[in-house]
């Protein structure tokens, strides 16, 4: 699977921005997908996810109520919807995909860089 994230950019404190994953190649394989965040100076760190299939979503505590994961099936296109953006948001967002019958995401995106300005 490849995928490629878009959306990011630069935002001032209180503002949204909604990032986008599109995935290509043996998408059918999917079984999850989410994004994750790398601050500067910092470990990669989870975000959200949702099962492909379900739709059933996952939070991590610091972004619960502000953001919202989301997925178009037939475009194969997975959002990131963030509203009250915080200066601690700013980061690189990847998107990952993990297929059925594992347990690591093994897809990632070459990333995209958001910037909350304080």
């Known amino acids: 699977v490849q995928l490629v994230e878009s959306g990011g950019g630069l935002v001032q404190t209180g503002g949204s921005l909604r990032l986008s994953c599109v995935s290509s190649g043996r998408t059918s394989n999917t079984a999850r997908m989410g994004w994750f965040r790398r601050a500067p100076g910092k470990e990669r760190e989870f975000v959200a996810a949702l099962t492909w299939s379900s739709g059933i979503t996952s939070y991590a505590d610091s972004v619960k109520g502000r953001f919202t994961i989301s997925r178009d099936s037939a475009k194969n296109t997975m959002y990131l919807q963030m509203n009250s953006l915080k200066p601690e948001d700013t980061a690189v967002y990847f998107c990952?995909?993990?297929?059925?019958?594992?347990?690591?995401?093994?897809?990632w995106g070459q990333g995209t860089q958001v910037t909350v300005s304080s």
């Open positions: 990952a995909a993990r297929a059925y019958g594992t347990t690591i995401y093994d897809s």
